[in-house]
């Protein structure tokens, strides 16, 4: 049988929670499709670092660039300053392995209600092309001075033409195989060099693609049409921090962020991908038994897409047994979707459905 090396890194709070329910179902699909995922688990989190001092170990990247992808439950805790957290664990590993893509989908299911009006089932359906690994989260600049009246902090976004040129263009692919639009976010009008070359680039690559309607949107702007009029949204392509922003506001519009999945791509497959839902630990609800399982699933399917090798039939069975659930107004729901189920139940009987 095909087997699959996966490394998995639950995470914190509700990350070991959901990743063990998303493996159980993952694996049920994988054994459906004729293949087996060999999983390596890593302890490697918050708890790691209030006990050893680091997130993952020096060597951490070394131990699973031979796997053939990733999957993160989440991570964060109360005590451990976000920073630390991004700095510790997902940075080292988006850049280390050139994972430029960050592809999060947002789709309003049928059976979901979005906390916008007048919206229903399939009306709003958007992907975001997240630049993963410069912009505004390189980590260049520094503090002068600490302690003192004249302190400073600089902070510098880093745009090069490859960096801006790859995401810009894999978006670009993406829209032709979609509804043929596409929407940069930028914001030009204040960063006169970092953005304005962001949009010479957009206008170079859309040459190769007449087909594809572009709009470009000041991110302000962007945010307001988000809410107010969702459904122009097709493929959306932005940087490290305004897709960061853009993707958690159609996570929200479109329900929940318990049912959105997250990839982070090297599209020449030079290194492994690694896929997380976009919803964070939730320590408030860690132990309850309540985590929503199905943005960690979809998740899962995301991963298959990108396993290739004819898993997206595969992938293809989990989207439609999750929609399947969400239609169904008798299936189990966990409290951020309006019921009472547990983690347990959704995973039942999504497992019954597959």
Not at 196 to 221: A, G
Not at 245 to 257: E, F, Q, R, V, Y
Not at 272 to 290: K, L, R, T, Y
């Amino acid at each position: 049988m095909e087997t699959y090396d996966i490394a998995v890194i639950p995470g914190d709070g509700i990350g070991t929670e959901v990743t063990s329910a998303a493996m159980e179902v993952l694996d049920t699909v994988a054994e459906n499709h004729g293949f087996q995922l060999e999983r390596s688990t890593y302890d490697w989190g918050t708890e790691r670092y209030l006990d050893e001092g680091a997130m993952m170990p020096d060597d951490g990247l070394d131990r699973i660039e031979s796997a053939d992808s990733i999957f993160l439950g989440a991570v964060g805790h109360p005590e451990v300053p976000d920073h630390v957290t991004l700095n510790g664990l997902l940075l080292p590993i988006r850049k280390g392995f050139d994972q430029y893509i960050c592809k999060r989908p947002n789709k309003l299911f049928e059976g979901i209600e979005s906390p916008l009006r007048g919206y229903e089932a399939g009306d709003i359906d958007l992907v975001v092309y997240r630049e993963n690994t410069e912009g505004e989260y390189a980590n260049v600049g520094g503090r002068e001075h600490r302690g003192f009246s004249n302190e400073v902090a600089v902070q510098s976004g880093l745009f090069t033409r490859k960096g801006t040129e790859r995401i810009v263009r894999s978006a670009f692919e993406a829209a032709t195989e979609r509804e043929g639009h596409l929407t940069s976010i930028t914001k030009s009008n204040a960063q006169a060099h970092s953005m304005v070359f962001w949009d010479d680039i957009v206008k170079e690559v859309s040459e190769d693609f007449p087909e594809v309607e572009v709009d470009s949107l000041l991110v302000d702007r962007a945010s307001m049409d988000l809410v107010r009029r969702p459904e122009e949204f097709d493929v959306v392509v932005a940087s490290n921090l305004f897709g960061d922003i853009s993707t958690d506001i159609a996570a929200i519009i479109t329900g929940s962020l318990g049912l959105a999945p997250s990839g982070n791509i090297n599209e020449e497959n030079d290194y492994p991908d690694m896929f997380e839902p976009v919803h964070g630990s939730a320590p408030d609800i860690v132990g309850q038994g309540i985590a929503n399982p199905l943005a960690s699933i979809l998740t899962g399917a995301m991963m298959f897409e990108y396993l290739g090798d004819g898993k997206e039939a595969a992938a293809e069975d989990i989207w439609n047994a999750v929609e399947a659930q969400l239609a169904d107004e008798s299936a189990p729901r966990t409290p951020d979707l309006g019921g009472d189920a547990k983690t347990v139940d959704v995973v039942s009987d999504l497992s019954d459905r597959l």
